[in-house]
Nanobody, 126 residues
């Protein structure tokens, strides 16, 4: 059973940057593909970014491509989401997720993931 804890959220002005971290425990992160999702109030959880087990393959939602970067450090069981040039519409609760994987695939569907963190709030002021 993998436990995921996100951190790094907060309040930032538009144009600013934040780096979210997702620390994993209870399992070996390198056996899992990882993803970041976000949820706006009253909306469904939406895909943001994903990374394969080794970090060699990544995928991004069109809305954040070129703005956000997902990375991972399996040595410290942590996945990151670097968010630059933040906009008010990036305001949401951000979740990390893990899927046990035997391949180099990444996953973009929320239903494909096995484990979720509790989320961290990101608020971008105009």
């Amino acid at each position: 059973q993998v436990q995921l804890v996100e951190s790094g959220g907060g309040l930032v002005q538009a144009g600013g940057s934040l780096r979210l971290s997702c620390a994993a425990s209870g399992g070996t992160l390198s056996w899992h593909a990882m993803g970041w999702f976000r949820q706006h109030p009253g909306k469904e959880r939406q895909f943001v970014a994903a990374v394969s087990r080794s970090g060699g393959r990544t995928s991004y939602a069109d809305s954040v491509r070129g703005q956000f970067t997902i990375s991972r450090d399996n040595a410290v069981n942590t996945v990151y989401l670097q968010m630059n040039s933040l906009k008010p519409e990036d305001t949401a609760v951000y979740y990390c997720a893990a899927k046990k994987s035997l391949t180099s695939a990444y996953y973009v569907g929320a239903s494909e993931y096995d484990y979720w963190g509790q989320g961290t709030q990101v608020t971008v002021s105009p």
